[in-house]
């Protein structure tokens, strides 16, 4: 089993920031977005990855090179961001012997008490056989502030966006995972920018191809922005306070790619941070993370994330993320 990441985008919503570190790379709870879904991925049977890059190429392939939980290959999209549906298309000779691929985003964080998600997804998708089995969780927003995914009775796929398709029973957040056929590469163009869903499944359906969904209940959180991500890591290092049935699988990612973090409450902040950084005579508050190796001094943090290998003295930090 074999599965795509899609991390060739370029999070300019997250500027400044990923104009230096691409977004999968950004560090959520001390351990790099891009590697949250890698633990799923392998619960489901998945033995070996292909990463797209577009945006800092180096970073990104530096990045999924240092994990050694999947083996990864990487597509190069060099002159065209080619998209989702492009990315995927570009991969197809990865894929060739496969009759089903995992397609996801490289920076979604879901938390949830349901247990091997992806290999649920995987299943119900062998089971039912459509041609893509998509992953959505109910959100008041979806097909009002963003796009959703529409529904009939029987949860078969109509159409995708903010208006109801005719026949339309619900709408439900897309996920970015899903489960796909090998015939998907038959509707994707060849060389060209096209998104998946818009395109690719679109164009599947008009050719009467099935789509499913598997609807979870799970917390998400936009991450597309500094606010939206520093309200996640808020959420979610309350949840990991009281360790509810719903972090488990958070708290195995930090275990498994973070092993040397520990957290330490005190009564005004709840600090994670990696056994070999230090903080000498400093002021913390709310929220506050520190990466591998990092040195505070006479420092105010405040809602704050700081990266691994850094140094600072006498600044003051709030609600921000320190990359450099």
């Not at 890059?53 to 065209?80: A, G, R, W």
């Not at 299943?123 to 089995?133: D, F, V």
Request: hydrophobic share 40%; proline share 4%.
């Amino acid at each position: 089993m074999k599965a795509m990441i899609l991390a060739a985008g370029q999070g300019t919503r997250f500027y400044p920031h990923t104009k230096k570190i691409p977004k999968p790379a950004l560090p959520f709870l001390g351990v790099p977005m891009g590697y949250f879904s890698l633990l799923a991925l392998k619960d489901a049977g998945v033995n070996s990855v292909v990463v797209n890059t577009f945006h800092l190429p180096s970073e990104v392939t530096k990045l999924y090179k240092m994990q050694t939980l999947l083996p990864t290959e990487f597509s190069n999209e060099t002159d065209l961001l080619l998209g989702s549906g492009g990315g995927l298309k570009k991969a197809e000779n990865f894929f060739k012997d496969q009759e089903y691929l995992f397609l996801l985003n490289s920076d979604e964080i879901i938390i949830s008490t349901e247990k091997k998600i992806f290999l649920k997804m995987l299943n119900q998708h062998k089971l039912n056989k459509p041609l893509s089995t998509l992953l959505v969780t109910e959100h008041p927003l979806a097909g009002t502030k963003f796009g959703g995914v529409w529904t009939d009775e029987k949860n078969q796929v109509l159409g995708f966006g903010k208006e109801a398709p005719v026949g339309a029973k619900n709408c439900y957040h897309f996920l970015g995972c899903q489960v796909l056929n090998q015939k998907i590469f038959s509707y994707l163009p060849d060389h060209v920018e096209s998104n998946i869903l818009y395109d690719g499944l679109v164009n599947a359906m008009k050719d009467k191809q099935k789509v499913e969904i598997l609807n979870i209940d799970c917390d998400w959180h936009e991450t597309g922005n500094l606010a939206d991500y520093l309200i996640a890591t808020q959420s979610a290092i309350q949840k990991l306070q009281s360790m509810t049935d719903d972090i488990a699988e958070v708290n195995r990612t930090l275990n498994t790619f973070f092993p040397d973090f520990e957290i330490v409450k005190t009564e005004k902040s709840v600090l994670i941070k990696s056994k070999s950084s230090k903080i000498e005579n400093c002021v913390t508050k709310g929220f506050v993370i520190v990466g591998k190796n990092t040195q505070l001094k006479n420092c105010v943090l405040e809602n704050i994330i700081i990266d691994q290998n850094l140094s600072f003295e006498d600044e003051d930090f709030i609600n921000d993320l320190i990359i450099d």
